[in-house]
C-alpha cells in the first residue's frame, strides 16, 4: 500500500508540476488517492490539455528524490488563499480586530488585537500579558509556516475567537538568533527499513506535522510510529523544528512501526455496517499473531488492561465534567483531536449559536459511549483526520459528553432539554449504543435553536465530511439570510437612533435657547431693580440733604422796606422758564443763598451760582461772605448753571 502510494505521490507531481508534497498529499486524498480524479482536480479541464499531455512526457522522480515540504499536510484555507492572492489582491479585512483564546500555564488570556498587527506584534503583546521572552515563545495554532514574524495575522485565516497554545522554551535566544532559526530550511534524513527519505522543512513546522507526513508516505499512523534521532524536548510533537535543536546541514532520523502485542483476550464483535441495514457478525479466533496498525481501521481488540474512563461517575459538576471529558480525550486519543468546548452546555449554546448572524458557529454535540465497539475507530481515524479537524476548527464549537454512565447520561439529556427542549432531549435519547459515538449537529435559524442532523459512529470519513460539509452550507446560506436581516435592522435602528438623537440635540438646543433667555430676563429684572434701588437711595439721600439745607437757611425777613434786606432772584436752567425770589438780610452769609438753592433741589455740588455783573461763580467764593459785601445787596438777579 505505502509503495503504491508513493509511485502515485511521485506520478502526480510529476504530471502537475506541484513541488509541494503536503500539498500534493492533500489533493490525493481528497480524491481517495485516485491518481486520474487527483490530477482533474488541479488541472485546467479546457484549454490545458496540450499542457497535460506535455507533463505525461517528462520522467517522473521517485519519492526518494528530496522532497521539500513547505506548508502543512492538508490546509484547504492555505490553498484558497494562495489560488485567491494569483488572481487578486488579498481580501481579508485588515481593520477587524482578531480575537484569540492563548492558553498557557492552565490559563486562558483572552486577546483582542488588530488584523493588521504582525505576529512579531502579538509575541510582544504576550510577553507583556503572559510574562514569557519573545525569544522563548513557542506558539501552536498559529497557522504553520505562514505565521512568519511579519505575517499580518488578517492573513492567516484564524477562525475567530481561534485557540493558540504557548509554551516556553527551555532555553533563552535571542531575537536574531530565533529569526535565523524559524527561517532556515532543516533536512531530515529518514530512514525506514530498506527505504530512505530526504524531506526538507522551514523552521515553523511541528514534529507532529512531520509525522503526519511520515503517515502518508508509510501507512504507519503518527502514534505507531518509532522514532529514532529526535532531541529530547518537552511537548516535542507540539515543538517547532527551530527550537528542537536539530543538526545542521542534514538531521538522521529513523522511523519504524511499533510492536504490536500479543493479545491474550479476543471476543466476538458485531460491525455494522453503514453501507446496509443487516448487520455482519465476524468471528475473531485465538491466534499468537498480533494485528498491525491497518487493523485499527477496522476495530481495536479489548486488551486485558482497562483504559480510563473518560469522565468519572456520578458527575455532579457539567462544567466541570466537561473539562475532565476534553483533558482525558486528548490524554487518551492524542493531539490530533477536536478542540472540545470547556464549559456547561448552555455556555457552548450562547458561544456558537446566540452570537450575531456573523459571528455565528455550528455546535457539535460529541456523544461517547465506552461499550460501543465504533469509538476507537471513529475518534482515532474520524476525529483524528486533518480535513475533519480543521473543518471543526473553522466552523464548529465542539462540545463532548460521555453518556457511558447512566447519571452523566442524565445530566446531558436535563441540559439538552433545558437548552433545546424536550424533542431535542428524546432525539438524543433514542440514539442506540451500537450506533455511538454520534456527533449531534446543533443550528440556529430563524430565531430557532434546534438539531439539524445526527451523524452517528457507522460511517467513513468521507460521509462524515460529507455530513460537516452540508450541515454547513445549509448554515452558511441560513447565517448570510440572517446576517442581511440583521444588518438592515441595524440599518433602520442606526437611521432612528440618529434621528432620536438629532431631535434630542434640537431638544436640547432649544432648551438651552430658553435658559439663556431666561438668564438674561433674571439679570435685566435684576439691573433695573439694582438700578432703581440705587435711584431710591439717592433720592433719598437727596431728600435728607435738602431738608438739612433747608433747616439751615435763616427766616426771610417779614418787609420789603427795612433798610437791610437783599432781595435775590434766581434764573432756573433750562428747560424751566421761571424764576426764585426771596429776601435776605444784607448780613447774611453766601452759604445762606446756597443752602436755600439746596432746599429747592439745586445743591452747589451740580450748579453753578453765576453773578449778571461782573461774571463770576459765587460758589467759588468764600461761603461765609456776606450778601452785601459780596454786592447782592439791595437786589441781584443770579443764574443757576448745571455743572
Not at 189 to 214: A, C, F, R, S, W
Not at 248 to 275: C, F
Not at 305 to 320: I, K, T, W
Not at 357 to 383: D, T
Request: with cysteine; net charge negative; proline share 4%.
Amino acid at each position: 500500500m505505502a509503495e503504491n502510494r508513493e509511485e502515485i505521490l511521485a506520478n502526480f507531481q510529476g504530471i502537475t508540476a506541484i513541488e509541494d508534497v503536503a500539498e500534493a498529499i492533500y489533493h490525493l486524498e481528497e480524491a481517495n488517492w485516485d491518481l486520474l480524479a487527483a490530477i482533474n482536480r488541479v488541472m485546467p479541464q479546457d484549454g490545458a490539455s496540450s499542457a497535460a499531455q506535455d507533463n505525461d512526457t517528462h520522467d517522473v522522480e521517485m519519492i526518494d528524490d528530496d522532497i521539500s515540504v513547505i506548508t502543512p499536510k492538508t490546509h484547504p484555507p492555505d490553498r484558497e488563499d494562495r489560488n485567491q492572492a494569483s488572481t487578486s489582491s488579498p481580501n481579508y479585512n485588515s481593520h477587524e480586530l482578531v480575537e484569540l483564546q492563548v492558553h498557557y500555564n492552565n490559563k486562558i488570556h483572552e486577546v483582542k488585537i488588530s488584523g493588521a498587527a504582525t505576529v512579531s506584534d502579538l509575541k510582544k503583546q504576550l510577553e507583556s500579558l503572559c510574562g514569557v521572552a519573545v525569544c522563548r515563545q513557542q506558539i501552536s495554532g498559529l497557522g504553520g509556516s505562514r505565521a512568519t514574524a511579519a505575517a499580518p495575522l488578517a492573513t492567516l485565516g484564524l477562525p475567530h475567537n481561534a485557540v493558540l497554545r504557548l509554551k516556553a522554551a527551555d532555553t533563552l535566544m535571542a531575537d536574531d538568533e530565533v529569526a535565523e532559526r524559524l527561517t532556515t530550511t532543516y533536512v531530515l534524513h529518514v530512514k525506514m527499513d530498506d527505504k530512505e527519505y530526504t524531506l526538507k522543512y522551514p523552521g515553523t513546522k511541528t514534529v507532529q506535522e512531520v509525522k503526519n507526513d511520515i503517515y502518508s508516505l508509510t501507512d504507519i499512523p503518527s502514534r505507531h510510529q518509532v522514532w529514532t534521532g529526535w532531541p529530547t524536548v518537552t511537548g516535542l510533537d507540539e515543538t517547532v523544528l527551530a527550537m528542537v535543536g536539530l543538526d545542521l546541514p542534514q538531521h538522521e532520523l529513523t522511523v519504524k512501526r511499533a510492536p504490536t502485542k500479543q493479545q491474550k483476550e479476543y471476543k466476538r464483535i458485531i460491525v455494522e455496517s453503514s453501507d446496509s441495514e443487516n448487520s455482519s457478525v465476524e468471528e475473531i479466533e485465538d491466534t499468537a499473531e498480533g494485528y498491525t496498525g491497518e487493523d485499527d481501521m477496522f476495530v481495536d481488540l479489548v486488551q486485558s488492561e482497562r483504559l480510563q474512563p473518560l469522565m468519572s461517575e456520578h458527575v455532579e459538576d457539567e462544567a466541570l465534567g466537561c473539562i475532565e471529558f476534553a483533558a482525558r480525550f486528548r490524554s487518551r486519543y492524542g493531539p490530533n483531536t477536536p478542540n472540545f468546548f470547556e464549559g456547561t452546555l448552555q455556555d457552548a449554546i450562547k458561544e456558537s449559536c446566540l452570537k450575531p448572524a456573523k459571528e455565528r458557529k455550528l455546535l457539535g454535540l460529541y456523544l461517547h459511549h465506552e461499550q460501543s465497539v465504533l469509538s476507537n475507530v471513529f475518534c482515532a481515524q474520524l476525529l483524528g483526520c486533518e480535513a475533519v479537524l480543521q473543518t471543526l476548527a473553522a466552523n464548529f464549537i465542539v462540545y463532548g459528553w460521555d453518556l457511558s454512565h447512566p447519571d452523566n447520561n442524565n445530566m446531558l439529556l436535563t441540559s439538552v432539554a433545558t437548552a433545546l427542549g424536550p424533542v431535542a432531549s428524546m432525539t438524543i435519547r433514542s440514539i442506540p449504543v451500537d450506533r455511538l459515538p454520534a456527533l449531534v449537529i446543533i443550528m440556529r435559524v430563524r430565531s430557532n435553536t434546534e438539531i439539524y442532523s445526527v451523524i452517528n459512529g457507522n460511517v467513513g470519513v468521507s460521509e462524515l465530511l460529507g455530513g460537516l460539509v452540508e450541515a454547513l452550507e445549509r448554515f452558511s446560506a441560513a447565517r448570510e439570510d440572517e446576517a442581511r436581516l440583521e444588518r438592515e435592522r441595524d440599518a433602520r435602528q442606526r437611521v432612528k437612533r440618529e434621528q432620536d438623537e438629532a431631535y434630542q440635540r434640537s431638544l436640547e438646543a432649544d432648551r438651552a435657547k430658553e435658559e439663556v433667555k431666561k438668564q438674561q430676563e433674571l439679570e435685566r429684572n435684576q439691573e433695573l431693580e439694582r438700578a432703581e434701588s440705587e435711584r431710591q437711595l439717592e433720592e433719598a439721600k437727596k431728600e435728607a440733604e435738602r431738608q438739612t439745607a433747608a433747616r439751615r437757611v435763616p427766616a426771610e425777613p417779614a418787609g420789603a422796606g427795612a433798610g437791610d434786606v437783599a432781595r435775590i432772584r434766581v434764573r432756573l436752567p433750562p428747560p424751566h422758564h421761571h424764576c426764585l425770589e426771596r429776601r435776605f438780610h444784607a448780613s447774611d452769609t453766601l452759604a445762606a443763598l446756597l443752602d436755600f438753592l439746596a432746599s429747592k433741589g439745586y445743591p452747589q455740588e451740580q450748579y453753578k451760582v453765576i453773578s449778571s455783573w461782573p461774571r463770576r461763580d459765587l460758589t467759588m467764593e468764600s461761603h461765609s461772605s456776606t450778601l452785601k459785601a459780596l454786592k447782592l445787596y439791595p437786589q441781584e438777579t443770579v443764574m443757576l448753571e448745571e455743572r
